[in-house]
């Protein structure tokens, strides 16, 4: 079965950073997209960043741009996201995804099938 795990979420001040890891399992993800996504408390789940698993192509939401950077470890079947310049409006749960080749999208919670239980990321000014 196909799991996804991911963690280094924590505490920080406002500017500085954080990496999350996501450790996927039960399946080779040759195709996939790997997403990463955020839901701050009364918000709907939004998107944040993106890379298709064979290609390295990354994508990103606009209010991150320049401050986060998706990367995967195809040999340790791991994604990252590495956010730096953090703000307190980047605070919500982080959770990883993982999308078949069969959906050609990025950015939509149906673009994914698996889903990990996600890593709170906190923000303080």
């Known amino acids: 079965q196909v799991q996804l795990v991911e963690s280094g979420g924590g505490l920080v001040q406002a500017g500085g950073s954080l990496r999350l890891s996501c450790a996927a399992s039960?399946?080779?993800?040759?195709?996939?997209?790997m997403g990463w996504f955020r839901q701050a408390p009364g918000k709907e789940r939004e998107f944040v960043a993106a890379?298709?698993?064979?290609?390295?192509?990354?994508y990103y939401a606009d209010s991150v741009k320049g401050r986060f950077t998706v990367s995967r470890d195809n040999a340790k079947n791991t994604v990252y996201l590495q956010m730096n310049s953090l703000k307190p409006e980047d605070t919500a749960i982080y959770y990883c995804?993982?999308?078949?080749?069969?959906?050609?999208?990025?950015?939509?919670?149906?673009?994914?099938?698996?889903w990990g239980q996600g890593t709170q990321v906190t923000v303080s000014s």
């Open positions: 890379i298709r698993w064979s290609g390295g192509n990354t």
């Open positions: 995804a993982a999308g078949p080749p069969y959906y050609s999208g990025y950015s939509l919670l149906d673009d994914y099938d698996y």
């Open positions: 039960g399946r080779t993800f040759t195709g996939y997209t």
